[in-house]
């Protein structure tokens, strides 16, 4: 019963989509390289148009399965029904804003996990992860984040980084930095110290950079440290690369994409463009753990293997100071024994679910985010709050 209609958007093809309820596409399926052809550009851009819903089978023609690159035009949909397993590029943006929901059909297809590109956790995964503290633990016993951050101009980085930290499953925090006055005012938990990192006190793990402008020596001293660190912010500029690389304890380096391009020595809309490759190139050449933010979060080990994916964040989430928390996180699961791989994609997951609880649809700041982190633990791990 149905009817081929042809003659391009303008003629009788563009016609019937304009007067559609329901648009599939199927132009092109996993094999598309390079954006749509030609012919095929004004047909999505009539979809677009039009009132109808758009359903890609498979993956939205134009977009790239492997890598996430979009090269060119593709099609917008609002429900992708991929069949098998997820593509990469129904997980990574920029492709991924052009998938809209994504439906995963079982087919049969035989799938070894040791083939995997990506991995994306679930709650039952993170749940797993969590560090939950045992009968005997004190606060040493479940771990001491040390946190390096903040300077006379960026107070606020130092106490949003504790903020974080303090939600994050570590028995203790310890604060260096010139913002102690600030971080004891809003949370008199904390241990500060004003005699550097080396007489702070034990710790397990450091987070370093947030809010810390050009105090290299800061950095370099925590980089020495022999315990895991995060480094984030103005500790990705300041961290020297050899250092990096010289280290025996794990390293969790988090960037967005503008400090990974500097880091890279390329574009910033390079790595927006190739996601997938930019974090495993900054894996590599640093011999660390790379966590690259964005809507779509990636964590890629140094030696390589399947690269985690998170998608639990939120556009609300772009606001001054939410990276700020996610370190302050993924530091404090760092100290309370997690690999570097699972801090980073723990905290990402954690981060991305309070930023959903805290925004709910309207704006909402990087404190809210932090005060929300408890709710997201509790969700992930099927606890009722009440």
């Known amino acids: 019963g149905g009817r081929v209609a042809e003659g391009g958007a303008s003629g009788a093809a563009g016609e ?14 996993i094999g598309g390289k390079g954006g749509l052809r030609e012919a095929a550009v004004p047909l999505a851009d009539a979809a677009a148009r039009s009132r109808a819903a758009v359903v890609a089978v498979d993956l939205p023609s134009g977009v790239d399965a492997d890598t996430g690159r979009v090269r060119g035009e593709a099609v917008r949909a609002d429900l992708t029904v991929t069949f098998g397993t997820h593509k990469p590029g129904l997980l990574i943006d920029p492709a991924r804003e052009y998938a809209g929901a994504v439906r995963l059909v079982d087919i049969g297809l035989p799938l070894p996990a040791e083939a995997a590109e ?11 992860l969590l560090p939950v503290p045992a009968a005997e633990s004190d606060k040493y016993r479940r771990g001491v984040v040390g946190i390096a951050a903040g300077s006379a101009r960026y107070p606020g980085a130092a106490v949003l980084a504790v903020a974080g930290a303090l939600r994050g499953g570590a028995g203790a925090v310890r604060y260096v930095g010139p913002a102690g006055d600030a971080v004891i005012a809003r949370f008199p938990e904390t ?7 080396r007489r702070a006190g034990r710790v397990q793990a450091w987070v370093v950079g947030p809010g810390a402008g050009d105090d290299a020596a800061t950095v370099a001293e925590v980089l020495a ?9 103005d500790g990705l500029r300041l961290a020297d690369a050899d250092a990096v690389r010289a280290r025996s304890a794990p390293t969790l380096m988090t960037p967005h994409a503008g400090e990974a391009a500097a880091l890279l020595g390329v574009g910033r809309e390079e790595v927006e463009e190739s996601r997938l490759a930019s974090v495993r190139e900054l894996a590599a050449r640093y011999g660390a753990t790379v966590l ?12 390589g293997g399947p690269v985690r994916v998170n998608a639990t964040g939120t556009s609300w989430l772009a606001t001054a100071g939410s990276g700020d928390v996610l370190s302050g996180l993924a530091g404090s699961l760092l100290a ?3 690999s570097a791989l699972d801090a980073g994609s723990v905290g990402a997951y954690l981060h991305g679910l309070a930023g959903r609880f805290a925004t709910e649809g309207a704006p909402a700041g990087a404190h809210d985010v932090a005060e929300a982190v408890p709710r997201a633990w509790r969700d992930v791990r099927g606890v009722r709050g009440d």
Request: proline share 4%; hydrophobic share 50%.
């Open 336 to 338: 309370a024994g997690l």
């Open 118 to 128: 990506l991995e994306a956790l679930q709650h039952a995964d993170v749940a797993r």
């Open 16 to 29: 019937s989509i304009a007067r559609a309820d329901l648009v599939l596409d199927g132009i092109v399926g």
């Open 191 to 197: 241990l500060v110290s004003d005699q550097g990192p």
């Open 225 to 233: 440290a022999e315990v895991p660190v995060l480094i984030d912010a």
């Open 292 to 303: 690259l933010k964005g809507s779509t979060t990636l964590v890629a080990r140094a030696k």
